[in-house]
């Protein structure tokens, strides 16, 4: 189905699972772009900005910069930027550079909340952003919704398995009574998150049983967007995308952040 002459064609079996509540989008840093926030390469260079480092004082981060694994140059940078016991400088960073900006444009963020919602017509969106735009854009119109993060995301399919699901972590927002969450940001988070510990892992595998997943303003490379087992995404920031599945890589698109942290 085409809404415009010039737009792409929806699926008519997308659009029914969509109006029966049977669609979760899984929302990249495509979505807040718009709104002025940075995807990982330009995040990654604030961060460098910001506690006055230089990728050239390490040979390692230099080389994974240069292969776009950001997700490696972070934890080299952390690891060697924080002394013991002290808050991390690069995380502090990465916070500073995900505040919402003044007068952002969150219509994406408005249209993506009214579009995923479940059978009770609940807003259930997952996200692996950690800025709080949708939850400032539900907060400006009126939607109630909950908001979830990381290790603490309710249990797909169960009775409180909806909101705002932030699979990576979210940043906190006093304004709005959020909490800040533990961020999947290095490769050792990774490692943790989907290897060692494996609570994403596991929370993917139960989400794509129970639900239709559709990738949304995901952006390459996809160590920062998405775990291992789930198709590399180039899809822009556009409605037009939304009806792009999930399909296994066969190993081929593993993002290095789940290598085992050193």
Known sequence: MKWLPSSADIPEDLIRAARD?????LCGAGVSLAAGLPLFKDLTDKVYKTIGASISDEAAEETAYQSEQFDRVLRSLEKRTRPPGAESAVRKAVIDALQAPPNADLSR?????????????????LTTNFDSLFELAALKHGITVASHAGIALPRPGGPTDFGILHLHGRIGDPNIGLEQSDLILTSADFGDAYLRHGWASRYIE?????NTLRRMACHCPTRFELPAGLACCSAPAILGTLWQPFTPCGGNCMPSSLSLPR
């Open 21 to 25: 509540g049977e669609v979760v989008f």
């Open 109 to 125: 963020h408005l249209a993506l909340l009214r579009l995923s919602r479940d059978r009770e017509g609940r807003p259930k969106l």
């Open 206 to 210: 139960d989400r794509m049983r129970i």
